[in-house]
């Protein structure tokens, strides 16, 4: 799903880190569910517009139909 974010904010791409490996063990000791898991049973409306994200202000295949005139109201990133 990391993805679908980079998708939407191509700037993160290069954004440092740092090291996770804490954080990841921690997420493993609490028995956290993964993206996958959240979109399947938590967020139906999320997992729906997965193939409908376009981004309103760049250039290239993700930009959405028409630009930001067609949005969906109160949506960024998803066209009507």
Known sequence: HLSYFYRMKPEARHMELGDLTALHEHHEQLKCKDMSWYLENIDHEMKYEMDKI???????????????????????????
């Open 54 to 80: 376009c981004h309103p202000y760049i250039r290239g295949p993700d930009l959405c139909e028409g630009g930001a005139k067609k949005l969906a109201p109160g949506r960024f990133t998803i066209t009507r």
